[in-house]
């Protein structure tokens, strides 16, 4: 990500970004992370980071609190999200009790047990990182919609969004070139509907989006 992405974006309809291990990669990126109260990066970043792990915008008049935190198995070392989403999830209901919560982890296991961890107390929680829509949309028990992993959003060829040729040398002799953005061909993008009420908070549905071959 960088400020002129992110400027883009909203320019373009998104109310609001959140992050992943990827969100530092551009340095300079901190500073937009610090002054910006519509980005944000995973909550369980060490204590001293640039930005915040938190933050709500307002749509149709409701206020939509959003956090964001990653998972630790597979990840870059970083604080408990089980312990970071008690401290976040109570401040955020005091302001709203539409809360959205993204996900950010490689294993399926820790997203769903955060899931489930959160039902009844967050309105959605989303997975994201893996770049491969999962087909486990579902409204928990206690009224909070959940799926594993939203999918990726960009090139549809190559691998996961890179150009094969240097991901396809990393795997065959463990050495390759730097990896860069998959630019031609088809793209496709992927996501999901949620329908909240705004009153308490519980989901009542949720839809997959998925639409490949865009051009």
Known sequence: MTAATADD??????DFITGGNHIFDKRDFAEYLETSNRVI???NYPPGVAGRGSG??????VTVGVLNVMGRTFMPPVDDPFRCVDTYVGELRERTPVLIVDVHAE????KVALGRYLDGRVS???GTHTHVQTADEQILPGG??????????GPTEGVI???AGAVLDRFLTGFSERFSVQKTGTKQLCGAVVAIDPSSGRANEIKRVFLKGIA
Do not use: H, K, W
Request: charge should be negative; hydrophobic fraction near 45%.
């Open 9 to 14: 974006m909203f320019a373009s309809g998104v």
């Open 41 to 43: 990066r995973p909550a």
């Open 56 to 61: 709500t915008f307002s749509a149709n008049g």
């Open 107 to 110: 294993a399926t296991s820790e």
């Open 124 to 126: 959605c929680v989303f």
């Open 144 to 153: 909070t919609a959940y799926i594993s992993d939203l999918g990726m959003t």
């Open 161 to 163: 969004g890179m150009e």
